[in-house]
C-alpha cells in the first residue's frame, strides 16, 4: 500500500492519497496516514483561518484493492474530522473495486463518508 498525506495550506486542502492494495494488514499504516493529516490539520490552526475553511479530500483513485479494515479507519477520521467541523470529500476517481466494496459493506451509506463513496451505486456498471 501507498499512502501520502499532503498539506496545502495555500489552496486550504488536505488530501490523503490511498494507492495499491489496502487490506487489513495495512490498517496501521492508514491510520497512520490519517493521524498525520489530522495533526497537520491541528497544526494549521490559526485565530484568523480556522481549519473549518480546509478541504480534506480521500484520493483513492490509485487504489487497488480494499478491506474491510479500510472503511472502518476511514469511518473513524471521518468522525475525527466531524469533530473539528470539517467535512472529507473524494478526490479523484472512484475505482470500480472500491465502489462495489463501499456498496456491499454499507459504507456507501454511512453518515461522514457520503462524500467518499455516496455515488457508488451510480458508478457501478450495470449488472
Known amino acids: 500500500m501507498d ?4 498539506m496545502d495550506a495555500a489552496n486550504r486542502t488536505a488530501t490523503l492519497r490511498v494507492g495499491g492494495p489496502c487490506a487489513t494488514e495495512h ?10 493529516l489530522l495533526a497537520a ?9 480556522p481549519p473549518a ?3 480534506v479530500l480521500l484520493d483513492v483513485s490509485a487504489t487497488a484493492s480494499v478491506g474491510l479494515a479500510f472503511f472502518e479507519v476511514t469511518a473513524a477520521a ?4 466531524t469533530r473539528r467541523n470539517l467535512s472529507l470529500r473524494r478526490g479523484g476517481a472512484l475505482p470500480e473495486c472500491v465502489a462495489l466494496a463501499a456498496c456491499l459493506t454499507g459504507f456507501s451509506g454511512v453518515p461522514g463518508l457520503a ?3 455516496g455515488d ?3 458508478l457501478l456498471p450495470a449488472r
Open 78 to 81: 471521518a468522525l475525527a474530522l
Open 27 to 36: 490498517a496501521f499504516a492508514l491510520a497512520a496516514g490519517w493521524s498525520e
Open 41 to 49: 490539520l491541528d497544526a494549521a490552526q490559526r485565530p484568523t483561518a
Open 3 to 6: 499512502i501520502e498525506a499532503v
Open 53 to 55: 475553511d480546509f478541504a
Open 115 to 117: 462524500g467518499v463513496f
Open 120 to 122: 457508488a451505486r451510480q
